[in-house]
């Protein structure tokens, strides 16, 4: 079979270098430093307007997971016969990076991937105020490079950063939250490890994830999603524990903002 001379073909097979570290010298695989109480969350960083090309961009860091969205639109919908004429069409894809987890992928969406771009787009279309653009669609691209946990409630907080940096109209923004449930303990924005610890498993008692999507100012739930077994007491405390992260993080969000607006304002006149 031919093959491209001017790629470096590299070995056959390979092996991770993480064995052939002392065992003293072998990195953690949470990005979690110390030991955290209820409530506190991973160090966030956000950036809006990276991607030139799209109407809107925004890269969100928290810890160890990094995900990167970019927005289109509003423009002509594809299928004519999905046209709707009095109100718009938010079209959502979910993507994970095939080098993103500890088992590298496909660039083939799966049917992970597709839920996820379901449950995001459910979390997304009641803060967008599509009515403004009847005959129109809005695409949404979420690409995770890094997986280290919570990737759907920060892909919903990026993607709503990314839907305000292109100017689409919203009643406000989408902040995202997820917690884990161990017993009678939470833990709020769990890395990858901490996220999965008892899959294998299977949950116990009292154990599960929360993913939480909230319209801050609106002080209204728009999207959850609930795994595992929990007692409605614990759910309560989870929603409840969640809404409460969301606030705290949006004053980092609103910061990241407010930046990409002065930068994309005028200068001011002489």
Request: aromatic share 6%; with cysteine.
């Amino acid at each position: 079979m031919p093959f491209d001379t001017k790629r470096i073909r590299g070995p056959e097979e390979s092996q991770s270098p993480l064995l052939f570290l002392s065992p003293d010298k072998v990195p953690e695989s949470s990005s979690r430093q110390g030991v955290r109480g209820n409530g506190d969350v991973r160090p966030v960083f956000a950036r809006c307007g990276l991607i030139s090309q799209a109407k809107g961009s925004a890269y969100l860091e928290a810890g160890n997971t990094k995900i990167i969205c970019s927005v289109y639109g509003p423009k002509e919908t594809e299928r004519k016969d999905e046209t709707d004429m009095k109100t718009g069409r938010l079209v959502c894809d979910f993507r994970l990076a095939p080098f993103s987890c500890l088992k590298r992928g496909a660039w083939i969406q799966g049917s992970e991937e597709r839920d996820l771009s379901a449950a995001l787009l459910e979390s997304l279309q009641p803060g967008v105020c599509l009515h403004k653009y009847p005959r129109s669609q809005i695409e949404v691209n979420v690409m995770v490079l890094e997986n280290d946990g919570s990737i759907l409630a920060h892909a919903i907080t990026c993607a709503s950063m990314a839907l305000a940096d292109g100017g689409i109209e919203m009643y406000d923004v989408v902040l995202g939250c997820a917690l884990r449930q161990n017993g009678d303990s939470c833990l709020v924005d769990p890395s990858y490890t901490e996220e999965c610890g008892n899959w294998q498993a299977g949950y116990g008692e009292n154990q599960g994830c929360v993913t939480l999507a909230l319209l801050p100012n609106l002080n209204q739930v728009s999207g959850l999603n609930a795994e595992g077994e929990m007692r409605e007491d614990s759910l309560t405390d989870a929603v409840r524990t969640c809404m409460d992260g969301c606030h705290k993080l949006y004053p980092v969000y609103q910061q990241a903002l407010i930046r990409a607006v002065k930068k994309k304002a005028p200068p001011p006149e002489k």
